[in-house]
């Protein structure tokens, strides 16, 4: 079955770096494009960021654009999201998810992994 | 990047139907059909539970239902469940400048 799991979350101060890891298992991983999606507590859900199955085609949304990075290592079946700048607004839960198809929306979500961004 | 709208709450008793709209512009729903929506049960990843605006991925109840018209789509939950009661979201895929949006979500409410 599918399994996403989300590590690299926990607890750092404004304007460092965080790396978040996304193992997945369970279904061709190099053959789907993956997505960052995130969630402040108490709010809605927010789109991070998607990167194709080869890596070749990345996207970010606008409040991360320029600070965060995403990349994948197909021979690891792992996703990554690299967060530099980290500003207090980024504290969220950060989920990875499979997409069903590139422009389509995701059919496997992880369960998470929380980012507090606090002094 | 402008979220979709989507109305805060929604409610009914058991064995109703609920009806959750997400409005956004020709730029996302309107121009794609590519709208999916998703449940959130408190403390839950979010699960699929329509794409493609009406299809339903397997093992979800034929309870749920999408549809679109215009620059609006709708999820519909028929016959409802108290363990219907959760958020839900709508998503689009909105081109390749701006990629995807969610919706603000909808906190559903079985009475």
């Known amino acids: 079955q599918v399994q996403l799991v989300e590590s690299g979350g926990g607890v750092v101060q404004p304007g460092t770096s965080l790396r978040l890891s996304c193992a997945a298992s369970?279904?061709?991983?190099?053959?789907?494009?993956m997505h960052w999606v995130r969630q402040a507590p108490g709010k809605g859900l927010e789109w991070v960021s998607v990167?194709?199955?080869?890596?070749?085609?990345?996207y970010y949304g606008d409040s991360v654009k320029g600070r965060f990075t995403i990349s994948r290592d197909n021979s690891k079946n792992t996703l990554f999201l690299q967060m530099n700048s980290l500003r207090a607004e980024d504290t969220a839960m950060y989920y990875c998810?499979?997409?069903?198809?590139?422009?389509?929306?995701?059919?496997?979500w992880g369960q998470g992994t929380l980012v507090t961004v606090s002094s | 990047q402008s979220a979709l709208t989507q109305p805060p709450s929604a409610s009914g008793s058991p064995g109703q139907s609920v009806t959750i709209s997400c409005t956004g512009t020709?730029?996302?729903?309107?121009?794609?059909?590519?709208v999916s929506w998703y449940q959130q049960h408190p403390g839950k990843a979010p699960k699929l539970i329509i794409y493609?605006?009406?299809k339903r991925p397997s093992g979800v109840p034929d309870r749920f239902s999408g549809s679109k018209s215009g620059n609006t789509a709708s999820l519909t939950v028929s016959g409802l469940q108290a363990e219907d009661e959760a958020d839900y979201y709508c998503?689009?895929?909105?081109?390749?400048?701006?990629?995807?949006?969610f919706g603000t979500g909808t906190k559903v409410t079985v009475l």
């Open positions: 998810a499979k997409v069903i198809d590139l422009w389509n929306g995701c059919d496997y």
């Open positions: 369970g279904f061709t991983f190099h053959a789907y494009a």
């Open positions: 990167i194709s199955h080869d890596g070749n085609n990345i």
């Open positions: 020709t730029s996302d729903v309107g121009g794609y059909n590519y």
């Open positions: 493609e605006v009406t």
């Open positions: 998503y689009s895929y909105a081109g390749s400048n701006r990629f995807c949006v």
